[in-house]
Nanobody, 125 residues
């Protein structure tokens, strides 16, 4: 069984930055892709970024150039550095693993079975 725990959310002003972390337990992390999703009430969960087992990142167009996904396999942790935040980035952010990563297609990550509980990010002045 894999457990994922997100942290790092909070309230930030537009234009500000946050770094989210997702700590995984269990040995599956070192051999799996990871994804970050976000969700606002009344809308479907949206894929934001994903990273392959080898560290190749992919991003949704809405965050490209502002967000950076990275991973530290030694710490079993994936990060999401979020810069130039906008009010429309406000959401609960979830990490996911156990899915499939695709490098050369527009649908670059298919979610797996393992989810964290999420961390709230609010961008507001």
């Amino acid at each position: 069984q894999v457990q994922l725990v997100e942290s790092g959310g909070g309230l930030v002003q537009p234009g500000g930055s946050l770094r989210l972390s997702c700590a995984a337990s269990g040995n599956i992390f070192s051999v799996n892709a990871m994804g970050w999703y976000r969700q606002v009430p009344g809308k479907q969960r949206e894929l934001v970024a994903a990273i392959s087992r080898g560290g190749r990142p992919k991003y949704a167009d809405s965050v490209k150039g502002r967000f950076t996904i990275s991973r530290d396999n030694a710490k079993n942790t994936v990060y999401l550095q979020m810069n130039s935040l906008k009010p429309e980035d406000t959401a609960v952010y979830y990490c996911n693993t156990g899915g499939t990563f695709y490098l050369f297609t527009s649908i670059f990550y298919i979610q797996g079975d393992y989810w964290g509980r999420g961390t709230q990010v609010t961008v507001s002045s």
